[in-house]
């Protein structure tokens, strides 16, 4: 089952509608993470994006109301010129 299904699913199942949390780490071009970073953050549900030291550039703090919305939102960030890659770690859902 897609993972999309396996969240409608888990909604159903606890018997309410929520949003989907996930952090998103991004690799930019060299110098070009605080602008990505505050490129990012103007996004609609980013709900913060900053400049980080490590194996990624830039966190953003994501909260949207769909998987179709953060794969959307996902994309967006992909495609900026000073990207070179992304990760989107999705928040477990909880009992």
Same mark, same amino acid.
């Given at each position: 089952?897609?993972?999309?299904?396996?969240?409608?699913?888990?909604?159903?199942?606890?018997?309410?509608?929520?949003? /989907?949390?996930?952090?998103?780490? &991004?690799? $930019? +071009?060299?110098?070009?993470?605080?602008?990505?970073?505050? @490129?990012?953050?103007?996004?609609?549900?980013?709900?913060?994006?900053?400049? /980080?030291?490590?194996?990624?550039? &830039?966190? $953003? +703090?994501?909260?949207?109301?769909?998987?179709?919305?953060? @794969?959307?939102?996902?994309?967006?960030?992909?495609?900026?010129?000073?990207? /070179?890659?992304?990760?989107?770690? &999705?928040? $477990?859902?909880?009992?």
């Amino acid at each position: 089952m897609p993972l999309t299904e396996n969240i409608a699913v888990v909604q159903t199942m606890i018997g309410r509608e929520s949003s /989907v949390k996930a952090c998103v780490l &991004v690799r $930019a +071009r060299p110098g070009q993470h605080y602008r990505v970073a505050e @490129t990012i953050a103007s996004f609609e549900g980013v709900k913060s994006a900053f400049a /980080v030291m490590g194996s990624a550039d &830039v966190v $953003a +703090r994501i909260e949207v109301k769909s998987m179709k919305d953060l @794969t959307a939102l996902g994309t967006q960030m992909g495609n900026l010129p000073d990207v /070179v890659t992304t990760e989107t770690l &999705v928040a $477990a859902v909880g009992e």
